[in-house]
């Protein structure tokens, strides 16, 4: 795993919004999660209404101070389901507002070390990594984060589906 305290990654990648996204349009968040995500993973569906509720609870509380970006690495033509279209579809379904990306290339994954979806990084203001793991220890890092504190050290190990690779 990637360790904590290791920088953030510079991306470029076209969001369901139709418009391309890049590390440094998040620069004014103290926290920035990303969330390596797909559609059709049952560990996600699982999540996915208590993510976005998350989001939204944090946001509420910490206004631009945080941010969260799903990126989505199944680029596999075996998963259908997981294709940009259906990206829009599902954001769309769940009331996602924070950007979902589609890392075709997965360039983003491999260089994130992302292993399964879901696979959730929580960086700091100077984008070091604070926390990498399961959906249980975002809330905590994040808030943390947010408040000026140290986040927690217990690190959550991911569980999920494994990206599907090309």
């Known amino acids: 795993m990637v ?4 920088d953030a990654l510079d991306f470029n990648l076209k969001g369901t919004d139709e418009q391309m996204h890049k590390l440094a349009d998040y620069a004014g ?8 995500m797909c559609n059709h993973c049952p560990y996600v569906q699982e ?3 208590d993510l976005v509720a998350l989001e939204k609870k944090l946001r509420a509380e910490a206004g631009q101070d945080v941010q969260f970006v799903g990126i989505n690495s199944n680029a596999n033509p075996d998963y259908p389901e997981d294709s940009f279209e259906k990206m829009q579809e599902y954001a769309a379904e769940h009331g996602q507002e924070f950007p979902y990306l589609y890392d075709g290339d997965q360039t983003a994954a491999k260089a994130y070390d992302a292993q399964c979806t879901p696979d959730i990084f929580v960086y700091d203001a ?6 990498r793991g399961a959906f249980a220890g975002v809330e905590g890092a994040a808030g943390a984060i947010i ?7 217990e690190q959550v ?3 999920g589906c494994s990206i599907k690779w090309c």
Request: no cysteine.
């Open 147 to 153: 408040r000026g504190e140290k986040p927690p050290q």
């Open 3 to 6: 360790p904590l305290g290791s």
């Open 157 to 159: 190990h991911s569980m």
């Open 29 to 36: 968040a103290k926290a920035l999660v990303i969330v390596f």
């Open 126 to 131: 100077e984008r070091k990594l604070a926390y």
């Open 47 to 49: 999540i996915w209404s």
